[in-house]
C-alpha cells in the first residue's frame, strides 16, 4: 500500500538511516571500476545482500543512460543495460552531487509495484561519475512496524511428553492428502495467488483445509480431500489481485508449499504432519508427529534444510 503523507516523513528517515552506509560504501566499490560494467555490475552482485531492503541495485551515469544490469538476489537482468531512465519520475528530483537522495513513492516502471529509489553519488576525484540505485519495495516486512506482541523470530513450542516419547514406535501411514499431494498444492497455490485467500492451513495427517479469505477475514472455511481436488472448489471463488499488503512474494507460495511437502516425506518417525502459511504476516507453522510446534517467518523458513529439522535422521541425497 502507499504511504500516507504522515509516514513519509518518517519512512524517508527510516531509510536514509538504514541506507546511508551501505550505499555509501557500494558507491566507493563501485567508482574504482566504474569504466567496466561487468565490474560495476559483480560489485553490485556482491553487494545486494548487504542490507535485506534491497530490491534491485543498478548503476546510472550522470545522463540517466543505465550503465549496468539490474541485479537482485534471484538474478541479474541486462535487458535494462542502455535504457534511459533521465524521463523516470525519481530523475525529475535534483540529483545530490555527493550523498544520499531518496525518490518520492511512486509506481515502480519495471513492475508496478509501489517503491522509492534510493541514490548515492558515485564521485572520483571531486567530480560526480553517476549514481548507484537501490530500488526499495515499500511492501517489505522490515519497513513495517510490528504489533506489540508481534512474533518475529522462530519460535518452539513442544508438544505432550507422553507423544514425544513415543514418537519412534510409531511410524508414517500414507494418508489420501499424500497420494495427491501434487493436486493439492497446485490447487493451494491458486487459491492463495489467484483466488484471494491469505491464510491456509494443510492437515496432511487428516487430509483436511482450513482457508482464510481476505474479503472475509472473520470467517474459515474446512475442506476435506475430495472438496480439495474438486475444481469447484477454485472456481467457486471469484478471482482476486494479489494482496498488495502481502509480505511474502507470490513466487515464495510454491517453494514454501513445495518445502512442507519434503518435511511431511522426509522421515518415517519425525514428520510433518501440518503445516500453514499466511502471506499477510508473512509466517509459516509446523506441525510435527512429536507434536512439537514451530512459528517462523517465510524468509527463516526456506532457509533451512532437512538437516536442520531432522539432524542425521534426515534422507539427503
Known amino acids: 500500500m502507499e504511504p500516507s503523507g504522515k509516514s513519509v516523513k518518517k519512512l524517508k528517515a527510516l531509510l536514509t538511516n538504514r541506507l546511508k552506509r551501505p550505499l555509501a560504501r557500494l558507491a566507493r566499490q563501485c567508482a574504482a571500476v566504474w569504466n567496466d560494467a561487468d565490474a560495476v555490475e559483480a560489485v553490485l552482485l556482491e553487494s545486494i545482500n548487504d542490507s535485506p531492503l534491497y530490491g534491485a541495485l543498478y548503476a546510472v551515469n550522470r545522463r540517466g543512460i543505465q550503465l549496468s544490469a ?91 511428553p507422553g507423544i514425544r516419547n513415543t514418537v519412534f514406535q510409531r511410524k508414517r501411514v500414507r494418508s489420501l492428502m499424500d497420494e495427491h499431494v501434487d493436486e493439492v498444492l497446485q490447487i493451494v497455490n491458486t487459491l492463495i495467488c489467484d483466488r484471494g485467500v491469505f491464510d491456509c492451513q494443510l492437515d496432511f ?19 476435506v480431500l475430495n472438496e480439495i481436488i474438486d475444481p469447484a472448489v477454485c472456481l467457486s471463488l471469484p478471482s482476486r489481485t494479489y494482496p498488495e499488503e502481502a509480505i511474502v512474494e507470490p513466487a515464495a507460495v510454491c517453494r514454501v508449499l513445495e518445502r512442507l511437502n519434503v518435511l511431511r516425506e522426509a522421515d518415517d518417525n519425525i514428520y510433518l504432519r501440518s503445516g500453514s502459511l499466511n502471506v499477510i504476516n508473512g509466517m509459516v507453522g509446523l506441525s510435527f508427529s512429536c507434536d512439537g510446534l514451530h512459528y517462523m517467518s517465510v524468509e527463516e523458513f526456506l532457509d533451512k534444510d532437512e538437516l536442520f529439522w531432522f539432524g542425521s535422521y534426515a534422507k539427503v541425497s
Open 205 to 223: 495427517a487428516r487430509s483436511a483445509m482450513v482457508m482464510w479469505l481476505a474479503d472475509q477475514p472473520r470467517q474459515y472455511r474446512v475442506h
Open 70 to 160: 539490474n541485479v537482485t538476489s534471484s538474478k541479474i537482468d541486462r535487458t535494462q543495460r542502455g535504457c534511459d531512465l533521465s524521463g523516470w519520475p525519481f530523475f525529475d528530483d535534483a540529483l545530490p552531487y555527493s550523498g544520499l537522495l531518496l525518490s518520492k513513492a511512486r509506481r515502480s516502471e519495471l513492475n508496478g509495484r509501489v517503491c522509492m529509489t534510493a541514490m548515492h553519488a558515485v564521485t572520483a576525484e571531486g567530480q560526480v561519475l553517476g549514481y548507484v540505485a537501490a530500488d526499495i519495495d515499500l511492501r517489505n516486512s522490515r519497513l513495517r512496524p510490528q504489533p506489540k506482541g508481534a512474533l518475529t523470530t522462530w519460535r518452539q513450542i513442544r508438544g505432550d
